[in-house]
DNA sequence: ATGTTC
């Protein structure tokens, strides 16, 4: 596919390449990060720029990999009239996201209580496949907290009132519509609030040194103000609810499609017009499902504090523990936009790619309304994460987004062939980081050389000027799924 | 990502 490098960073693949694009294609990623990208990236990002209603053209972010329908770090908007919702756009995991805390400790504090730290995480937040959390609700509570997010959650006790504000929407879309969501969904949602997951969702404790702060001053603001400072950082969605509701409205918009008269490249992009009935009926089901992946970070929070109290045998609030900002990476929205000199309210798709707002907004919290938005990019539990901050630059190049993580390059098989995970287990403890998991095999699959490097993917973004780089964050102690 | 095949 003719592939062109129009902008330093930017490679666009015209509508001629493919029948039936409406706009071009875009991957934003170096030379090298583009020669390294999967085929399946460009034969998807292409597709998706076949959907009909897609507004001025596809993105692909530099962390993008292969992907169920759309690339994860995908991004398309849509005209609110004439365009398509698709779960295919969104993931699986509805509301995957980032939450980050701060604490008052540094690595000095923690170091001599660090195996003891993990463990009490670890059975505090449960973690794995098909587990059930300490918080077990009725139908009609979890559709209760469903609608009410993570307020719900701190109304029942689950964290502290200030929380709030620090979340992505205050940790509550409206929206959600209880009559969307099927029976299934709910029995496999209700008994799940405040419990980690598999594959690459973790909470991880680390370490901020101070070669690692890229602006000190902002780092200030948001809560990083001394040497060697102890984070945070948890990675979750809406666990089996999101992937039920995901599951329900493929099947509906796979009929759907036929009596609408859409035809999609690929069976992965089922889709149906964001104003029909069915579309609505996916967004109301989609807000439920990303308001209990916020409730989920929030009980998790809780449990975090918890932990912490235990092991320091103190009150969480001396110890800090504040939230910095929980933001989504798979998720639609609608937002206001420019597009041909006209404010136009679109339908923005993020799968694997994160919101980045510039200062000024009113969206953003108060007290970074001079900063930009944080933006919380996790890496592989070996290698790092990021602190970034949006910027108004995101406005004009994609549709107020950016990437969420280092994306993968090598497969789970691939990654599992190449180390066992006790033995991985072990090498990172020799290196100083602490890993508690539920499964052994999960642990091999997420090893750090199955990932992209996160400096280089990062540096892409920055150079974009569409975030930039606050703190990098070293783990010291990892309770994966 | 996922009660990893209703």
């Not at 979890?142 to 504000?165: I, M, Q, S």
């Not at 205050?170 to 008994?191: F, H, N, Q, V």
């Not at 089922?270 to 439920?288: D, H, I, L, R, W």
């Not at 901050?389 to 993968?408: A, N």
Request: proline content about 4%; overall charge neutral; charged content about 25%.
């Amino acid at each position: 596919m003719r592939t062109v490098k129009i902008a330093p960073d930017v490679f666009e693949i015209p509508p001629s390449e493919k029948k039936g694009m409406h706009v071009p294609a875009r991957i934003l990623a170096s030379d090298a990060l583009l020669a390294g990208m999967d085929e399946g990236v460009f034969r998807q990002i292409t597709n998706v720029a076949c959907l009909p209603g897609i507004v001025e053209h596809a993105l692909c972010m530099p962390d993008g990999h292969w992907g169920y329908g759309f690339p994860i770090g995908g991004v398309a908007a849509f005209d609110l009239d004439r365009g398509v919702i698709s779960p295919g756009g969104i993931g699986f995991d509805i509301n995957c996201g980032m939450r980050l805390l701060r604490t008052n400790l540094t690595e000095q504090d923690v170091r001599p209580r660090l195996d003891a730290l993990m463990t009490r995480l670890f059975e505090r937040v449960p973690s794995g496949v098909g587990i059930k959390g300490f918080v077990r609700l009725d139908r009609d509570r979890f559709v209760e907290a469903v609608c009410g997010g993570a307020r719900w959650c701190v109304d029942h006790g689950y964290g502290r009132l200030e929380d709030l504000e620090l979340l992505e929407e205050g940790g509550c879309i409206p929206g959600a519509e209880p009559s969307a969501l099927s029976d299934r969904a709910l029995t496999r949602g209700k008994e799940q609030l405040g419990t980690l997951g598999s594959g690459n969702h973790y909470l991880e404790v680390q370490v901020v040194h101070p070669h690692n702060v890229y602006d000190e001053s902002t780092a200030r603001k948001l809560g990083f103000d001394r040497d060697h400072q102890i984070a945070v950082m948890l990675h979750c969605g809406s666990r089996g609810f999101g992937h039920q509701v995901g599951t329900d409205y493929l099947k509906i918009f796979q009929s759907a499609m036929k009596r609408y008269g859409i035809e999609t490249h690929d069976r992965e992009l089922a889709c149906a017009p964001f104003k029909s009935p069915e579309g609505q009926q996916y967004f109301g089901a989609m807000v439920a499902a990303a308001n209990s992946a916020f409730a989920n970070r929030q009980v998790i929070t809780h449990q975090i504090r918890a932990a912490f109290a235990d092991v320091f045998g103190v009150d969480d609030r001396e110890l800090g523990l504040e939230v910095v900002y929980d933001v989504a990476h798979n998720i639609a929205k609608i937002e206001e936009y420019e597009v041909e000199g006209r404010r136009r309210k679109l339908l923005v798709h993020r799968k694997g790619a994160t919101r980045s707002f510039g200062p000024a907004r009113s969206d953003i919290p108060d007290r970074y309304r001079d900063i930009g938005q944080p933006v919380i990019v996790g890496g592989s539990m070996e290698t790092g994460s990021f602190l970034l901050v949006g910027s108004d630059e995101t406005k004009i190049q994609t549709f107020g987004s950016t990437l969420h993580g280092s994306g993968r390059t090598m497969s789970r098989v691939a990654a599992k062939k190449r180390i066992r995970g006790d033995e991985l287990q072990r090498d990172m403890a020799r290196r100083g980081i602490i890993v508690k998991s539920a499964s052994m095999r999960g642990l091999a699959e997420e090893a750090g050389f199955a990932y992209k490097n996160i400096s280089e993917v990062v540096d892409v973004v920055e150079r974009l000027g569409i975030s930039r780089k606050v703190i990098r964050f070293e783990p010291i102690g990892n309770v994966k799924g």
